[in-house]
């Protein structure tokens, strides 16, 4: 059989994890996809860079267009990142009935849409895996594995760093910044770390899974988010002496046609499946209508597990190319997009509020609960002997992401209350 | 688009499942799929008896031919189990060019190929996800999204039975004879619970696993298994103080292309991702070459669950019927099948003794480990206050399997070892 020629854009980590598994695993992929594989031009920035690789010279290229319009080139794979210049690469190879797999997520997250309007204009196909939680097949799991259920909510560890920093934290009693820091000497958090911590990142992944769980197309802008810098070693102590981890959580939700989508800080009952989920790994819990709870767990990161899921789809598209059938795979977000307000959003809260030390403080607090109809799992208050004030735990039934804004709000007109330390959404 | 017709036999538990979600989500089955899909006709083995759901009487049949043979159906779903009858019917539907979809681990565990290979030979897909591990999409996992990788290791909670009654004599302290009595009562085991407890069925499962996931043919009889009737709430007490749990795992391995399949009750490291899956759910863990530790999580049985998979295959199969490629995408078991010996096949051991205690006793026994190159671990001796004997626990290194064989057969030489009362498989 002819053989199926590839273009790689990019030869950095995962680039060269492509060309090992390509290389390594020939058999297996012929024997998947019905053809072999050949990756026949690399996208490099230098050429004459020392590599860990062996390639031979004259498959590098440093002109994209080179690959992009070479019309031997039936799949083009794109592990090179950015946003911009990458998408104009990447429409013009589907303009030119090119496949096309690729890892990133910025922009999947971005423009997604537009590349996969494209890719049906012109009967091609335009695979992601690689693009959420590395090589946890996550994504085909969205579209194939649940494609008769209907999905009501996904929780994800998505982003390994922020992971990484709260396993740490919550084992070790460490800082954040302490924490931080030594991820970044591991290289497990780069040196400006603000897309994982302030968790963009994971946003950007909860837009692509939301839009494939829910079948509507889901914008980044419409994912509410916060990031994991404020979080404290207190926080973390507090949460494990009620039984919770605090965890960095893309949540989605869905509850009849109405969608929710956040990334937040937060408390998760030790019981639950995804607060065992550790270290750098990633995990998606998904929970639908008829299958129940269901959770995919793996690396989210490195250069083999992430290729694995780059080299996956390259068979899988390979595969429809032979069978003819490219572009007539590909889901439709067919469902009109309707996100929650405020008012429909709904989950518990862990709040911890220092206040004065005198008797009557607790019944004017629960009495503003009471005026914004939330109502309270647990009231927890002790004096705390570094302090002048009182600290006071409180953990909420479900109310509503307007109500606890309501009351939080209506605090701040209690001179009684000095300081709302800290709030969590609580899940399990 | 015209419909696409489906003939169900069997509307139990799943079959009942099965009928709620094709009615219930049929927008999303149809975008999923490409076309409508109806089920047609429902074989049932008393057509007046009272039913759960509502379906139309004049669907419901007493005669599988009538289904078989109808030309107007498309697609077989088969949910009915039995497996010399269920193979005819399923064997004469495709020999007439039907789809299938079944649920029946025993059939394709003792007869997947020769479907498979009759499939291939009229153009036919036949797909099975809810024979394994219920609602967990594992099969196209291994099929779909490690296409790429070489799986070296997979280790399942694949029987929610004997899960549920581990966990409980875990949790519980409790005998294995009074957690079995509740799982029947719960309906969780079944009045002859003998498949389960004795690991036959999670040896069919794994003999489909091992299948997909090292792409050779595996034989039921290649499965080496031991059930859980006989693990005491002592040796599982034994297990926590050492820091692990006990499971009846499945484990199918692969070295170079040397595989080995058993299913035993394993002691297994409580930091392991698969130890803390508890009650009757069911987890997969599977390793990769380049992936490395991936785990699936979710419910291994239930109406809802399992048909959850019946319908995911059922959208794909109505795909691959429209897209006009049904049979090409099934892959093929290539590889030759090399089992190991029981010279090659290795991994660490937990024994608990009850010697004879006086002096000189350990150093025979560790005597006898040095002599089969058995190396130790960990040795903990201690006197037993009810028991005249004392009570030698045992944790080797990673052993041959036929080593520790002569192991256990030279004890039985030893007079001041009275019995050798536990041995168990040790992973993670």
């Not at 000497?185 to 603000?194: F, K, R, V």
């Not at 990633?282 to 709870?293: C, L, P, R, S, T």
């Not at 990161?301 to 390259?314: K, M, N, Q, R, Y």
């Not at 701040?412 to 969590?424: A, G, P, T, W």
Request: glycine share 8%; hydrophobic share 40%.
């Amino acid at each position: 059989m002819k053989p199926v020629k590839v273009g790689l854009l990019g030869l950095g980590t995962v680039g060269t994890g492509v060309v090992r598994l390509v290389e390594g695993h020939q058999e297996d992929l012929q024997n998947g996809s019905g053809s072999p594989i050949v990756i026949e031009k690399i996208l490099v920035q230098n050429k004459s860079k020392e590599r860990d690789i062996n390639v031979s010279l004259d498959k590098l290229t440093e002109d994209p267009w080179e690959i992009v319009k070479d019309p031997a080139i039936d799949v083009i794979v794109e592990v090179m990142g950015g946003v911009q210049q990458t998408k104009e690469y990447l429409l013009e190879a589907l303009s030119l009935g090119k496949q096309v797999v690729t890892a990133n997520k910025d922009l999947m997250a971005l423009h997604g849409p537009e590349l996969l309007e494209m890719a049906k204009r012109h009967g091609c196909d335009v695979m992601y895996e690689a693009s959420v939680a590395g090589g946890i097949p996550i994504i085909r799991t969205l579209i194939d594995g649940f494609s008769s259920d209907r999905i009501t909510k996904i929780m994800g560890i998505v982003n390994g760093t922020t992971n990484y920093i709260m396993t740490k934290m919550s084992q070790e009693a460490a800082a954040y910044d302490d924490v931080l820091k030594e991820a970044q000497q591991l290289g497990y958090a780069e040196s400006d770390p603000t897309s994982d911590v302030e968790g963009l990142d994971a946003a950007r992944k909860m837009t692509i899974l939301a839009t494939l769980g829910f079948r509507t197309n889901v914008d980044l802008s419409d994912v509410s988010t916060e990031g994991i810098s404020k979080v404290t070693k207190e926080d973390i102590l507090y949460a494990k002496r009620l039984g919770y981890e605090v965890k960095l959580l893309g949540i989605a939700e869905r509850q009849d046609d109405l969608i929710s989508i956040s990334v937040q800080p937060t408390m998760v009952k030790n019981t639950h499946p995804i607060a065992s989920v550790n270290g750098v790994f990633n995990a998606v819990y998904v929970y639908g209508e008829a299958v129940g709870e269901t959770m995919f767990y793996g690396p989210g990161a490195g250069e083999l597990p992430t290729a694995t899921s780059v080299v996956a789809d390259l068979v899988a598209v390979v595969k429809n190319l032979n069978l003819g059938v490219s572009g007539k795979n590909s889901t439709v977000a067919y469902k009109e997009k309707k996100l929650k307000t405020d008012d429909q959003i709904s989950s518990k809260y862990f709040m911890l509020l220092h206040v004065a030390d005198r008797a009557g403080v607790l019944a004017q607090i629960t009495q503003i609960f009471a005026k914004y109809e939330v109502s309270l799992d647990a009231v927890l208050q002790q004096p705390n002997p570094a302090n002048p004030a009182a600290e006071i735990i409180i953990i909420t039934h479900d109310a509503s992401k307007a109500s606890v804004g309501k009351v939080l709000e209506a605090f701040q007109e209690l001179d009684v209350i000095f300081n709302v330390k800290s709030v969590y959404r609580v899940e399990g």
